[in-house]
């Protein structure tokens, strides 16, 4: 599939969507440009999750248009990856951790055994991962930031442009979620990257661009942005008085700490 630069890669006209009757995300309009490193932010039960599984083409808007690279989610979805909250991931898989990669192969690959291309490809993200010589090893036999980098390395095998994650650093210790973020600011050199975060901290150390969604969604570019640690230290509140979702009365930027989140 030829990519045209200038083409947005994330694109978002207007969209309201609802699981059943209540509107869940209402007149979303947003444009994420090739090279961005995107962290969405809100509180719990926003659209976050939502958001991520529209572009994945998982949900279809009930109003207004998603393209991803200038096309439809489905037809684009081949240049996306994608990883889920770890909370959604059977940590007891019965599989080894190559099998785990090799599942990102499989939009490429429908029919018939994996190829020696596909092999290489598994073998190159873990090594892009740091797990080279993990291969062979038990998937539920890993720690949680193993996990985490291994199904980095499922999302990246699959030679995606566009990198989505849901909470990654979610479960993590510190310094386990200080290199996966380092090695996140390292693969947007060559991919977009959009992810949700309850961590603030994480839009203030990486991110170019933060989308701030509660119901409806507004992206801001960092620089826009004032940045200020509150009482505790542990979390930061980022100062944007023209945010739309802000003015609407609700705080897109409240930290709500639960037990699975990023401290
Ligand atoms: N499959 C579903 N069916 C019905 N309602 C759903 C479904 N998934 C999510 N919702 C509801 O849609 C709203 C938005 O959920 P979503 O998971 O997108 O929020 P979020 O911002 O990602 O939340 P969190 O920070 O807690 O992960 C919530 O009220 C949630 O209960």
């Known amino acids: 599939m030829n990519m045209d630069k200038t083409v947005p890669v994330i694109e978002i006209h207007d969209v309201c969507f609802a699981y059943d009757s209540e509107e869940v995300l209402h007149n979303i309009n947003l444009r994420v440009q090739a090279g961005v490193f995107a962290v969405v932010v809100g ?12 572009i994945l083409g998982l949900l279809t808007p ?16 081949r240049l996306v990856g994608y990883v889920p909250q770890a909370l959604h991931v059977d940590a007891q898989f019965p599989a080894t951790v190559l099998d785990v990669v090799l599942m990102g192969r499989v ?5 018939g055994p994996y190829r020696r291309a596909d092999r290489e490809a598994a073998q190159a993200a873990l090594a892009h991962v740091g797990l080279d010589s993990y291969g062979g090893r038990s998937f539920s036999a890993l720690s949680g930031g193993e996990r985490q980098r291994v199904l980095i390395a499922q999302a990246l095998a699959s030679e995606p442009a566009l990198l989505l994650l849901d909470e990654p650093g979610a479960n993590l210790d510190p310094e386990s979620r200080h290199r996966l973020y380092s090695l996140l600011r390292d693969l947007n050199h060559r991919l977009t990257i959009v992810l949700v975060s309850h961590n603030l901290k994480i839009v203030e150390a990486y991110a170019s661009h933060v989308i701030c969604v ?6 801001h570019c960092l620089d826009e942005l004032q940045t ?8 930061l509140r980022l100062e944007h008085e023209a945010c ?5 009365g609700v705080s897109c930027l409240t930290p709500h700490l639960g037990e699975h989140r990023e401290s």
């Open 214 to 219: 509660n119901r409806t969604a507004a992206m």
């Open 228 to 235: 200020s640690a509150l009482a505790d230290g542990e979390w």
């Open 244 to 248: 739309p979702v802000d003015s609407a």
């Open 62 to 77: 009930r109003f207004g248009s998603i393209a991803v690279f200038g096309r439809s989610p489905a037809a684009a979805r």
């Open 107 to 111: 939009e490429r690959h429908r029919f």
């Open 43 to 54: 509180p719990n039960g926003g659209g976050k999750t939502t958001l991520l599984r529209l």
